[in-house]
């Protein structure tokens, strides 16, 4: 299970003012001599020797990087993820394994049908729109396979959301049921599939004339994803048995 897939990696820096950052306070620029912030110059290409999410208001987050020379023998200095191609999209940056005495309401509980089926690790994702998201370890590596395949296609995926919580679902789901703005059709907490594991809702906004919805309708089938909500688009299940019959008879849904 890759927890840390950016590791090994070599990232190229896109942004032409790709500052460097205090280590103790990232928030802030590092200046050099002449009073002008130290630069990541435009093309370089580095690898990462540690990934850092910084709470940003409501569920987003900053992602730091400690930017590492493009043979990984020197530290260059901390910057922002943001400089760099791709920004860290869909890059696994650490694991969450069930804390001691974990309740069956706690971060890492799953359910199915209603039914408390146990713990399960889980490892943080950068998703969409600068939030942090979290996978089921057992899911981890097929997604990335997807993810990597997709990639070298030109073609970006990321997660709007993964795994989710007892309390993560039940916020959305009374947020649906109170008709308050924002919230799209959710199930009672315990009969959601993002709580076992097996679910990712993907960033294909437009639908079927998406990008990453069409590779996806035409790819995704061989990692083992499959569309199961007739309704939603972006929703997709690691269902490997599933997907394979699917792709046998030229679909890549289980309504088809």
């Known amino acids: 299970m890759n927890s840390e897939s950016f590791r090994g990696k070599k990232f190229a820096v896109v942004d032409p003012d790709a500052r460097l950052r205090k280590p103790d306070a990232l928030g802030e620029y590092v200046v050099g001599d002449d009073g002008r912030p130290v630069l990541i110059p435009k093309g370089a290409k580095i690898r990462i020797g540690e990934v850092k999410a910084i709470p940003a208001g409501s569920e987003a987050v900053n992602v730091y990087v400690l930017a590492l020379s493009e043979d990984g023998a020197a530290e260059?200095?901390?910057?922002?993820?943001?400089?760099?191609?791709?920004?860290?999209?869909?890059?696994?940056?650490?694991?969450?394994?069930?804390?001691?005495?974990?309740?069956?309401?706690?971060?890492?509980?799953?359910?199915?049908?209603?039914?408390?089926?146990?713990?399960?690790?889980?490892?943080?994702?950068?998703?969409?729109?600068?939030?942090?998201?979290?996978?089921?370890?057992?899911?981890?590596?097929?997604?990335?396979?997807?993810?990597?395949?997709?990639?070298?296609?030109?073609?970006?995926i990321g997660v709007n959301s993964g795994f989710r919580s007892w309390p993560e679902q039940k916020f959305l789901y009374e947020g649906r049921k109170k008709g308050l703005p924002g919230f799209a059709p959710a199930n009672p907490p315990g009969y959601s599939k993002h709580q076992n594991g097996i679910a990712f809702d993907i960033d294909v906004n437009g639908g079927g004339s998406n990008p990453v919805y069409v590779w996806l309708a035409a790819n995704a089938t061989r990692f083992g994803f499959l569309?199961?909500?007739?309704?939603?688009?972006?929703?997709?299940?690691?269902?490997?048995?599933?997907?394979?019959?699917?792709?046998?008879?030229?679909?890549?849904?289980?309504?088809?």
């Open 76 to 156: 260059l200095g901390w910057t922002a993820a943001v400089n760099l191609r791709g920004k860290l999209l869909s890059e696994t940056i650490g694991a969450l394994p069930p804390p001691p005495g974990a309740s069956r309401f706690g971060p890492n509980a799953a359910w199915s049908d209603g039914t408390y089926i146990g713990q399960v690790a889980l490892v943080m994702l950068v998703g969409t729109d600068k939030e942090i998201r979290f996978i089921s370890e057992a899911t981890c590596d097929k997604f990335l396979a997807m993810a990597e395949a997709a990639d070298g296609d030109g073609v970006s």
């Open 227 to 256: 569309r199961t909500v007739r309704s939603e688009p972006w929703h997709w299940e690691y269902l490997p048995e599933k997907a394979a019959a699917a792709r046998a008879r030229g679909v890549f849904s289980t309504f088809d």
